[in-house]
């Protein structure tokens, strides 16, 4: 049989005598199979067919007949055991009727050593693995419990006090995570094979006394004795640790109380076997059965003290005892028919693993250590803060969160989780704060960047083009140039006070944002600035096309514009501006060939113009003759080459003509989709001021853009 494998091991053992019934009961060589044949009982009238034999065979784990107790424990109980080391819970049973061999294959023969059964045998194999297994703590405790006419009797209480008997002493109780245990039984600790075998004869001993005292048979009684196993590791520091139960039962003769022919006590004690022997077999009919959900484990003491063991998470072994004789063929045939029934049960065997609190805090409190340790490490390392952050630190903290709430500083690094925390709760101050004070945090932020926009303002704006790039002036020397509007002169004459609603609006709040970038919020500005030579490259950088635009309706159309190109409109503003600029390379470029064609073709016209007057000179002579100031072969060389070099710049001239008319066109194309555009913005999303109309946004326009047509 597997180990654990979750198949009930089941065992038939032949009591040795010497009128064992061959005819009747057949051992297989193959060493698991007994076969019976049952001749029916000419006497019994239901039997029809007297005198014919009947045949069953039972195939089970293995069948052991004359083998020694030795052998018996090698093959029926080490794995159990040495399972229950592991942590597994094992269960070993005999079952069969009384005087079939229970008890000495339980306990063994008192008499003689080498007869010990498998209980002393087990105790001696725990104690041996203890000593073994060094890596391991052991605690083993021992408890025996004795069954007896439903009564739990606890055979170890005499160690204690006085022996119990009380039902109401003991009962036997479920709890999850500890499963089924008995309350009120005696649980002793044992350290040696030694102890432990003193506590086994002790208990044999007061259940033979009880037997006495009471009137009582011992074979009518049900006794379960537990080794309870814990086991901690010695090597690793774990809160978790493994225990387990070794149930070892010697239940009481299973013969029916018919057989008996009893009246009495006797009756009773068989009435009550009967009773819990055949719930047992109804519980283990019901756990074989796997359609089955609910087993009846609660209708006797016995099987609700055994629920754990017979279909739990446990390495279970039976063990049928059966007479050889032909006179209990009855008997054995009723014993192996239950023990092909425990044949179908299914276990679960698992280890039991269970952590400790104390332990786990215990670990917990080395791991919290540890980490603290490493994280100075790490932080040493890293130069940053170590534990708690100091009063400065807090401070800059402070000062970073209202920087970066004023839009001053662009974001706050992330230095240790510390002081993320410490952020998050400047944040959570700086949303409470306004509150208190009737103000929201928003409006407070804005208005900070208010100032800065009018502090900016005050301070710098874009200036004339006179020298062909803007400069920095202040705002009152520009307004003097500017026909703007009389609202946005207003503006800008008193930046300081000025507190319009559309200041704060992100717009305009856009230009003042950055102190090195001009604020466009004039026809005038945005005439200066749209002309070619002196646009900035970066405007479609500052406001980026996809950022929410929110209008004001009684600000001029021409203003509107100009926002519309930082805006909505930056895109096809910023290819315009690409066109005019290579527009302008390009006619620079053309100016430049046409003075070089203007040159050389003064410098034909001049030699031309001396030939023609040196021909006048000579008047009607009809002979050429050269003189030193008349233009030899090298002049006229010359003028030829200067007639090719004419051609060639002027094929140059031509072709840059043409890329000039060509960008010229993409600049006009540009200009109409950046208007269309406007007005279709302005017609979504812009009432048009009554004063300033389409008609004279593009007036506007034209004018700047008169330089490039
Ligand atoms: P049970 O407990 O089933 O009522 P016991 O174990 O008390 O029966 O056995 C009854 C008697 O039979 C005892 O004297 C015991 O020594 C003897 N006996 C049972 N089985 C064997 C065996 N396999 N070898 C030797 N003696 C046995
Ligand atoms: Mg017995």
């Not at 498998?118 to 419990?145: D, G």
């Not at 790039?469 to 002169?489: C, D, L, M």
């Not at 479609?540 to 909505?568: C, W, Y």
Request: net charge neutral.
């Amino acid at each position: 049989m597997k180990a654990h494998s979750g198949e009930v091991g089941v065992f038939v053992r032949i009591r040795p005598t010497a009128n064992f019934s061959p005819d009747l009961i057949e051992c297989l060589p193959d060493g698991q199979t007994v076969n019976v044949h049952q001749r029916k009982d000419p006497k019994k009238p239901q039997d029809t067919k007297r005198d014919q034999l009947v045949y069953w065979s039972f195939r089970l784990d293995g069948v052991l007949r004359d083998v020694s107790q030795e052998e018996v424990y090698a093959r029926v109980c080490q794995r159990v055991v040495l399972g229950a080391l592991d942590g597994y819970n094992g269960t070993l049973m005999c079952f069969g009727q009384t005087g079939a061999g229970k008890t000495y294959t339980m306990t063994g023969s008192t008499e003689s050593y080498k007869q010990r059964g498998v209980i002393p045998r087990a105790l001696q194999e725990v104690f041996r693995e203890v000593e073994k297994r060094t890596a391991h703590f052991f605690s083993v405790h021992l408890s025996y419990l004795e069954i007896y006419n439903e009564t739990l009797v606890d055979l170890l209480s005499s160690l204690q006090s006085s022996p119990r008997s009380s039902p109401r002493g003991m009962v036997v109780t479920e709890e999850p995570g500890r499963g089924v245990f008995i309350r009120g039984l005696s649980l002793h600790p044992v350290h040696s094979e030694e102890e432990a075998l003193n506590l086994l004869f002790e208990g044999g001993l007061n259940q033979m006394i009880g037997s006495h005292a009471l009137n009582r048979n011992s074979s009518r009684s049900h006794s379960i004795f537990t080794l309870h196993i814990e086991s901690r590791s010695r090597t690793l520091c774990d809160d978790k640790y493994v225990t387990s139960k070794l149930n070892l039962v010697d239940l009481a003769g299973s013969e029916r109380v018919g057989k008996t022919g009893s009246a009495g006590q006797i009756f009773k004690e068989a009435m009550y076997i009967n009773k819990s022997l055949s719930f047992l077999e109804q519980a283990i009919l019901a756990l074989a059965d796997r359609r089955r959900d609910h087993v009846p484990f609660r209708q006797t003491k016995l099987t609700h003290a055994l629920k754990d063991s017979l279909g739990g998470n446990c390495n279970t072994v039976l063990v049928a005892n059966i007479y050889g004789e032909a006179a209990q063929i009855e008997e054995t045939l009723s014993t192996l028919r239950f023990a092909s029934r425990m044949k179908c049960v299914r276990t679960n065997p698992a280890v039991n693993e269970c952590s400790s609190p104390e332990a786990q805090i215990k670990k917990l409190k080395k791991e919290v250590k540890m980490l603290k340790e490493e994280l100075s490490i790490c932080n040493k390392l890293a130069n940053r803060p170590s534990s708690m952050l100091s009063e400065a630190q807090l401070a800059e903290i402070n000062s970073q969160v209202q920087r970066y709430l004023a839009g001053t500083l662009e974001e706050i690094s992330i230095v240790s989780i510390r002081q993320v925390q410490a952020v998050f709760a400047q944040f959570k101050l700086a949303v409470q704060k306004p509150e208190e004070k009737g103000k929201s945090p928003i409006s407070q932020t804005y208005n900070s960047e208010k100032d800065q926009s009018a502090k900016t303002a005050g301070t710098k704006e874009w200036g004339s083009v006179e020298d062909g790039s803007f400069e920095a002036s202040t705002a009152s020397q520009k307004n003097t140039q500017r026909p703007s509007s009389a609202k946005t002169k207003k503006s800008k004459d008193k930046p300081s006070q000025s507190k319009r609603p559309e200041e704060a609006s992100p717009v305009s709040r856009k230009g003042s944002e950055s102190g090195s970038e001009p604020k466009l919020n004039s026809v005038q500005m945005a005439e200066e600035s749209l002309e070619p030579d002196t646009e900035s490259a970066d405007t479609q950088s500052q406001a980026p096309a996809n950022e929410p635009f929110h209008l004001d309706s009684t600000r001029p159309k021409a203003e509107a514009f100009e926002d519309f190109k930082v805006g909505p409109g930056s895109k096809i503003n910023s290819i315009l501006k690409e066109n005019k600029s290579v527009l302008l390379e390009r006619r620079s470029l053309l100016r430049q060939i046409s003075e070089e064609v203007n040159a050389v073709k003064r410098e034909i016209d001049r030699f031309t113009a001396s030939m023609q007057q040196q021909r006048e000179t000579r008047g009607g002579e009809g002979q050429y003759v050269a003189t030193e100031e008349e233009p030899g072969p090298t002049s006229l060389m010359q003028l030829k080459e200067l007639k090719v070099l004419y051609r060639q710049r002027y094929q140059v001239l031509r072709e840059i003509k043409a890329e000039v008319n060509y960008c010229q066109h993409l600049v006009d194309q540009c200009r109409m989709r950046l208007l269309t555009e406007f007005e279709n913005w302005c017609e979504q999303s812009f009432l048009v001021s009554e004063d300033v109309t389409t008609d004279k946004v593009l007036e506007h326009c034209d004018m700047y853009w008169g330089g490039c047509s």
